[in-house]
């Protein structure tokens, strides 16, 4: 047995609170070097007046490159519970495991308290369930500048006309508020149910993140009035919305930095930055700033948000915009280079104001410490999703991409994988298709695996119609709104897609996954007590024999042959 491939950690996602009286027990094993496992667990007060423990053998679950995982969900009478593993090898020999390692399997062993982890009572608060709306949620991300202009009258000086290329760094086309007004049915006629919105706040640049001032709506994309009635419209078609906030730094142009470059250290807001030099700028000598920024960026100023003004400005801001627009949701830019003392504290604040209030930290990679303990309830999940057209451009093989993915499944417990922001493609990378070399069905696979997987699945704004586009500021080309006759078969594609994971959200979020792969089909299967369904990917040269019936979504498919590069989807 390799012990040095065991690990259960308490009071982590490998216990994750489920609801009152229900956790979710999880321990790692190596790969292929486990038969069986076992959690031997009672309350301890009632154990050591006689009550006998209860053994149930835990379930195989997701297996990654190296390890394999398995579950058990627990109900707990009396949200008291000591526990500990049995675990059985390939040669039949069996060790404990426990709170001070592992110990031999003997009866004397087995009746030491010690032996035992200990969960000394489970709170329900303490789980920071997500809120239950997110899992039934598929997004869309609008960058407000280029989806649609509603309102000539507060357009930029420069404007360009729509869709006119190449896009530039500094270019504006004029979107704005009354655009994403205007298009409120579509978005509603395509099924998606909540509203991602990129910074809308005041700032020079078209992308928002250099804000100027965050209490006010940036007048090229209208008013506070125009962003109160896309909220109450929004909701009244059923759509959660969305706001991003840059808390990590500011613009340069903000009133606060503008007063410590004017006055230096005796400027109020001096202790707001971080600045290790006076007059702030670059030194003579090196060029180098003397404060800190964002990436290397002189227009963008880091906060010291360990500042007690600092935080109380910020949390003002976000109450704020949920106290006077009742918006449900913040996603949090740069997230994981802001101090996590702040977080919780901003976090809390918002609960209060509104305790199903959906709070997203944006973070590039696997980010347990930002999700719980008081902070986000999910983070923008990329390690999940990017291997999604890397396993379509045949840069992984199958097992990898399902070694990397089950890898991601574990991250975080399950009531948080289950509200992960899973975007493929947004505005800080290049578009979907243009990642799949323009090739549409594997942007349908694309989307299809996306649906299929654990979390709230959002789509980038002109997805559904084909838009392609480079890197950033490519990505950000003007919404399509007069696509051909192939994109508009796309986007009933989409449409019909979206429908069909918001239908099921439910047992999508709750249901156990596995994966099978014959030759080159992979097969991602979501089983639970009364339903099946199994999505079906022919990621080889070959067409395979295709399903006959109960076939709700496919494509490239014929004469029942699933052809090259098509795809699946049954429900049994």
Request: glycine share 8%; proline share 5%; net charge negative.
């Amino acid at each position: 047995m390799l012990l040095a491939g065991i690990l259960h950690r308490p009071e982590s996602e490998d216990t994750a609170i489920l609801a009152d009286h229900q956790v979710m027990l999880r321990l790692k094993t190596a790969l292929d070097d486990v038969t069986k496992v076992e959690v031997i667990y009672a309350d301890m007060y009632l154990w050591q007046e006689g009550t006998p423990m209860q053994t149930t053998a835990m379930h195989r679950g997701l297996a990654t490159q190296s390890n394999q995982y398995w579950t058990l969900p627990v109900t707990i009478p009396t949200n008291r519970l000591i526990y500990g593993f049995r675990i059985t090898d390939q040669d039949g020999q069996s060790i404990g495991y426990g709170d001070d390692g592992f110990f031999e399997d003997t009866l004397t062993n087995w009746a030491v308290a010690g032996h035992y982890f200990h969960l000394p009572y489970l709170h329900v608060s303490d789980a920071e369930l997500p809120p239950a709306w997110v899992k039934d949620t598929v997004w869309y991300q609008i960058f407000p500048e280029r989806f649609a202009n509603g309102d000539r009258k507060n357009d930029p000086e420069n404007v360009t006309a729509w869709g006119a290329g190449p896009v530039k760094r500094d270019s504006f086309y004029g979107g704005d508020l009354r655009g994403v007004i205007d298009h409120l049915d579509d978005l509603a006629d395509l099924g998606i149910n909540g509203l991602y919105l990129c910074p809308i706040f005041t700032s020079p640049s078209n992308h928002k993140y250099d804000t100027i001032d965050h209490f006010e709506i940036d007048p090229h994309f209208g008013t506070k009035a125009d962003f109160q009635e896309l909220v109450a419209k929004a909701h009244a078609r059923g759509i959660k919305v969305m706001l991003d906030a840059v808390f990590n730094h500011f613009g340069e142009q903000s009133p606060q930095w503008q007063d410590v470059v004017k006055n230096g250290q005796q400027s109020r807001f001096a202790d707001w930055f971080h600045v290790h030099g006076w007059p702030v700028g670059r030194d003579p000598k090196t060029q180098q700033l003397n404060y800190e920024t964002f990436a290397t960026g002189a227009a963008m100023p880091k906060v010291n948000t360990q500042n007690p003004a600092v935080q109380d400005y910020l949390i003002n801001v976000t109450k704020y915009w949920i106290e006077q627009f009742d918006i449900d949701a913040w996603r949090f830019d740069v997230a994981d280079e802001v101090d996590h003392g702040f977080w919780r504290k901003l976090c809390g604040a918002l609960r209060a104001v509104k305790p199903d209030v959906y709070l997203l930290g944006e973070a590039w990679h696997s980010s347990q410490a930002l999700v719980n303990n008081g902070q986000f309830n999910a983070v923008m999940n990329y390690p999940l999703t990017q291997p999604i057209p890397a396993l379509l451009n045949h840069e992984l093989s199958l097992a990898a991409y399902v070694g990397k993915t089950n890898l991601q499944l574990t991250q975080y417990r399950l009531p948080n994988q289950q509200a992960m922001f899973n975007a493929i493609d947004t505005h800080d990378t290049q578009r979907l298709l243009t990642t799949l070399h323009g090739d549409e069905d594997k942007l349908k696979a694309a989307l299809a695996l996306l649906m299929l997987l654990p979390g709230s699945p959002c789509l980038y704004y002109g997805t559904e119609v084909g838009m392609a586009g480079g890197p950033d500021p490519d990505n950000r080309r003007c919404m399509n709104w007069q696509p051909n006759t192939d994109q508009l078969a796309l986007k009933a594609f989409v449409k019909r897609l979206i429908g069909f994971r918001r239908q099921r959200a439910d047992f999508l979020a709750t249901s156990e996954l596995s994966w099978q792969i014959d030759d080159q089909c992979l097969t991602l299967k979501r089983q639970g007590p009364t339903q099946t369904v199994c999505g079906r990917f022919n990621l080889g040269t070959t067409a395979i024999k295709a399903a006959i019936q109960n076939v709700v979504i496919s494509n490239r498919t014929s004469a029942h042959q699933l052809l090259p590069g098509g795809f699946e989807i049954k429900v049994n």
